[in-house]
């Protein structure tokens, strides 16, 4: 039973930590990183295909081909990529799904404003 004890107090540290969010000091440090660059690859490799005006989903509202098209559908981008999908917001892109990662991108770049400076 030795090595289910150790499992208990490893558990209890990681919660520990968890807790305090192992910080030693007190004020989180603020998230600098800008992100839309990042959002910006991830549309054009996984989007532009069909969400541009000369993408294969042509005269549909969203385009995703500028800067401030992106940024201006920050919201539904997200909601694309990350659900809850609607009726009106497809599960995108279609058939697929973004890796975790580019996900958490897209989530993080949204929660700080979903800007092109974000
Ligand atoms: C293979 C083509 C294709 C790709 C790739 C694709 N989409 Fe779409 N997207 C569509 C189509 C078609 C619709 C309309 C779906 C419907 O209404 O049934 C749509 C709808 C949407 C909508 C809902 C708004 C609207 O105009 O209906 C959003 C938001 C969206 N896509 C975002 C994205 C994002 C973000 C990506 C990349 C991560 C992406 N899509 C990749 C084809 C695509």
Request: glycine fraction near 6%; proline fraction near 5%; charge should be positive.
């Amino acid at each position: 039973m030795k090595s289910n004890r150790s499992i208990y107090w490893i558990v209890a540290i990681l919660g520990w930590c968890i807790g305090n969010s192992c910080n030693k000091g007190s004020s989180p440090t603020p998230n600098t990183t800008t992100y839309f660059p990042k959002v910006k690859a991830i549309v054009s490799d996984n989007c532009l295909s069909c969400h541009s005006s000369t993408g294969s989903w042509t005269g549909r509202p969203t385009a995703f081909d500028s800067d401030s098209a992106i940024a201006a559908n920050a919201n539904i981008i997200k909601t694309a990529v990350a659900g809850p999908w609607t009726f009106f917001v497809k599960q995108m892109p279609q058939r697929s799904t973004l890796s975790a990662s580019d996900i958490t991108t897209i989530e993080t770049w949204v929660s700080k404003g979903g800007k092109t400076t974000d």
